[in-house]
């Protein structure tokens, strides 16, 4: 495509070195903002620069926090004798949505892979453990992928708190709420089978 | 959506404003910047800061320039007796992007449009006069929609030309290339067979 702007240039590559975003959209939104006032760019950028500035990561659980610990960690309103382990944030987002949910979290940053060389040293175990250890805990739930490596992974930390007194649980397993049947995949709806249980009202 | 944190939130409340992203995709886009060096957030908004704050219209046509005066009217390779009136600097590009024209252009910022109170003292139509009364051009080519609000603007720019000894054209309407017939809609049918050409070799 041609510009005939070098700034106008820049300011799409910009926006297109964003995930999702393509050179079509990123000219788009560059015009967009020239059709607005100055204020308007400013009023994008500097949320964003000022967010990737001033984030923290809790110093518990390595939730992103606006303070040393998070807003989650800090609430004592929450019961503090359950972890629930996840992957990333993201999963944290997803989880408080459901308001099912009133433990505390512990980001591991990702799950045992051997294939893309993340060994269990890579993730934040060794601070899962000192919470273990702390000994408030009675329980910590799984909430890792149901993937080969998400199993890894719940199995190595399995094995690692055996040697505390805590109550090691997973995210339910089975056929979506809401889904049909014909749709399920073979592996989900044949475990399902298997780990049926009883009927209650 | 709970985000338990400002920082996070203000961030996607701040790309959310961009047209044509959401909430969810405001989201990815922090989370990518988050995972990503701070480098990578100063190297999107600099150029965007940048562009907003550098860009000029040029003098003569109005398009988006780096200079006072654009590289399209300060190519004196280009014809200079041809102007290409559009709309919006969108139109410029993809024009541009045919390679098929080689003369001038001339934005004028939007088209007469009564319901939307548009009229001709808001458009670029002064300084197009002014253009065509220094005596260089010898055609105006209107690169219009074929909308009614872009008919009438044409109509409107024809009747202010008369006075001048340059030629009125328009692009050729009918059916679009490599398009199927079934498919082009009536009215662009229906004027395409009133207008039909003489069958050329």
Redo the contacts between chains.
């Keep these: ?8 240039e ?2 799409v ?3 297109a ?4 975003i393509g050179k079509k ?1 990123a ?8 059709s607005m006032p ?1 204020e ?16 923290q990561f809790c110093a518990t659980c390595n ?4 303070t040393v610990v ?3 960690c800090s609430n004592t309103a929450r019961d503090q004798s359950v972890i629930c382990v996840v992957e990333s ?2 999963d ?2 997803a989880i ?2 459901t308001n099912q949910y009133r433990g505390l979290f512990h980001v591991l940053g990702g799950v045992i892979s051997p294939i893309e060389g993340v060994g269990p040293g890579d993730l934040n175990i060794e601070s899962l453990m000192d919470r273990v250890k702390a000994g408030t805990s009675k329980e910590i739930i799984m909430a890792i992928s149901p993937t080969i490596d998400g199993d890894t992974t719940i199995f190595y930390l399995s094995k690692q708190l055996e040697a505390f007194d805590v109550k090691v649980t997973t995210l339910a397993r089975g056929i979506s709420f809401g889904g049909e049947l014909e749709y399920a995949d073979e592996l989900t709806l044949g475990r399902s089978i298997a780990a049926r249980r009883l009927y209650e009202e």
């Design positions: 495509m041609n510009f005939s702007s070098k700034l106008i820049d300011s590559n910009a926006f070195s964003l995930p999702g959209t000219l788009r939104l560059t015009l967009h903002l020239l100055p308007i760019s400013e009023g994008l950028c500097e949320p964003v620069l000022k967010m990737r500035k001033e984030i939730n992103i926090s606006d998070c807003s989650i944030i993201r944290i987002m408080e949505n």
